[in-house]
């Protein structure tokens, strides 16, 4: 089980990967916080963009990581995944029941 972690562009591009996962049963449930401030280099130059983040709880990372980069806009989207070592019982079991159907 993993929490896995992707911007987007804005809140359309992220609520469109969150609901194309959840319909696929990629994912048992997404949060999405709709502004934050990211600075990266890109072309060697340091950006600063307005993005929305997603928190994706999933089983299987890959399957995930190809549906976000069918539906992503960028040229190399952010696709990080940490491993879930510890949560409730009951919210792991939730999750389990959700995506192993």
Avoid at 17 to 42: D, F, G, H, M
Avoid at 63 to 89: C, M, T, W
Wanted: negative net charge; contains cysteine.
């Amino acid at each position: 089980m993993q929490l896995i972690v992707t911007t987007t562009k804005d809140m359309q591009e992220a609520k469109k990967i969150a609901k194309e996962l959840l319909q696929n049963r990629l994912a048992a449930c997404i949060n999405i916080v709709p502004k934050i401030t990211s600075l990266y280099i890109w072309d060697e130059q340091i950006v600063e963009d307005s993005e929305a983040l997603l928190f994706i709880k999933a089983i299987d990372f890959y399957k995930v990581e190809r549906a976000i980069k069918q539906l992503h806009s960028y040229e190399v989207p952010e696709i990080i995944a940490f491993d879930i070592e510890k949560g409730s019982n009951e919210y792991l079991g939730w999750i389990r029941e959700v995506l192993l159907q």
